[in-house]
């Protein structure tokens, strides 16, 4: 939360919410809990509230307070309504995954916006957003664990990047495959200590930023060859 709040490049904001730190604490801190269809739902849900919050407050230009209890409250609606009539399978749920970020990554053109100057200190907002997410905390027996933790850096991203939400949807949304390959190498080294599948699970985060830009240079020079605009 720090870094977000320091930095003024919208698309290193987007970045860095699309690190999977908050859930290698989580395991880390849990070392027995298992990688189920609940975190990638969780991770979808959270590219949603983004994107709903882009919708209500960049577009329809709703008031932030207005914008973030709508998205809330269809993040908890549709977490509990999971929970009550049951998970999905996990290989289903990681192959959707997969597929929104094939469709995201065809239709990706970087949207660079500006990030205006800082008005409070990044400590200051650092620590009054942590006491925030600790509300979803509280929600882990309503929406399930997974679903409670996958939001702890939504309020802060959307609050402090609110004048560049659309960068951060469309970089996070490109950076789901990062993520979803941190969960399913996790949860095939099952069995091993933590440190052996927390190494393997960053590295198969690093290999997903190398195939993200592998493919955008692919992409762009198709659409080089097609005689496309290039995006910068």
Not at 43 to 66: C, D, H, S, T
Not at 101 to 129: C, D, S
Not at 151 to 164: A, Q
């Amino acid at each position: 939360m720090f870094l977000m709040a320091s930095t003024k490049n919208a698309r290193l904001r987007g970045l860095l919410v699309s690190l999977p730190v908050p859930l290698t604490l989580i395991l880390w801190s849990r070392p027995a809990m298992s990688i189920t269809a609940g975190h990638v739902l969780g991770i979808v849900l959270l590219a949603g509230f983004f994107w709903g919050n882009w919708l209500l407050y960049g577009r329809l230009q709703l008031p932030l307070v207005v914008s973030m209890g709508v998205t809330t409250a269809c993040y908890v609606v549709a977490g509990s309504f999971t929970r009550r009539v049951g998970m999905p399978p996990y290989w289903p749920a990681l192959g959707c995954a997969v597929v929104w970020f094939l469709y995201v990554v065809l239709l990706y053109r970087p949207h660079i916006q500006t990030v205006p100057p800082a008005r409070l200190p990044p400590w200051l907002k650092a620590a009054g957003t942590f006491a925030v997410c600790l509300f979803f905390f509280s929600l882990a027996k309503t929406i399930g664990p997974a679903l409670a933790t996958a939001p702890l850096l939504s309020y802060f991203t959307v609050i402090e990047c609110r004048k560049c939400l659309q960068t951060i949807c469309l970089e996070f949304s490109r950076y789901v495959i990062a993520i979803v390959a941190f969960l399913a190498v996790y949860r095939m080294a099952d069995g091993q200590v933590f440190a052996v599948r927390a190494v393997l699970s960053w590295a198969a985060v690093l290999a997903s930023f190398a195939l993200i830009g592998l493919l955008g240079r692919v992409l762009r020079r198709a659409r080089g060859a097609a005689g496309q605009p290039s995006p910068a």
